[in-house]
């Protein structure tokens, strides 16, 4: 989502975790606890979602909205970004989004009214 909304080409390879193709040796060369995604970005590789969304505004689209640069809005972002890290179980799954739906208010998007990297990275999130 964050390559499409920064408009940048990408070769984009499909892994197949039902055929187990994270666990190939050329992927764990590049992924050694087998996750995905993975950005192989000239030799720089990255296997965390969040670190990939950040290096990719920061890298390509610095002065975007998408991860503004004012140390106090990031924050906010960075904040958003990582909230799911606490979402172990069913139960502080719905007290997160009811905390969530509070701050969110009558904003569009979670940090005010325009679109971030906090926003597709918790849609990302959600959507599975």
């Not at 499909?14 to 950005?39: A, C, N, R, W, Y």
């Not at 192989?40 to 909205?65: F, H, K, M, T």
């Not at 906010?76 to 179980?89: M, P, S």
Request: aromatic fraction near 8%; hydrophobic fraction near 40%; charge should be negative.
């Amino acid at each position: 989502m964050t390559i499409r909304q920064l408009k940048l080409n990408a070769n984009l390879k499909h892994i197949d975790l039902t055929e187990g193709q994270q666990f190939k040796p050329e992927f764990l060369k590049m992924s050694p606890l087998h996750t995905v995604p993975v950005l192989n970005d000239n030799g720089l590789v990255i296997w965390e979602s969040r670190a990939i969304i950040q290096y990719l505004c920061n890298q390509y689209a610095p002065d975007s909205g998408l991860y503004p640069s004012c140390a106090k809005k990031r924050a906010l972002v960075d904040f958003y970004i990582n909230i799911d890290f606490c979402l172990d179980d069913m139960t502080k799954f719905k007290e997160v989004l009811q905390v969530l739906d509070q701050l969110i208010g009558d904003k569009a998007y979670l940090t005010g009214n325009e679109l971030t990297i906090a926003d597709l990275s918790l849609l990302a999130t959600l959507s599975t």
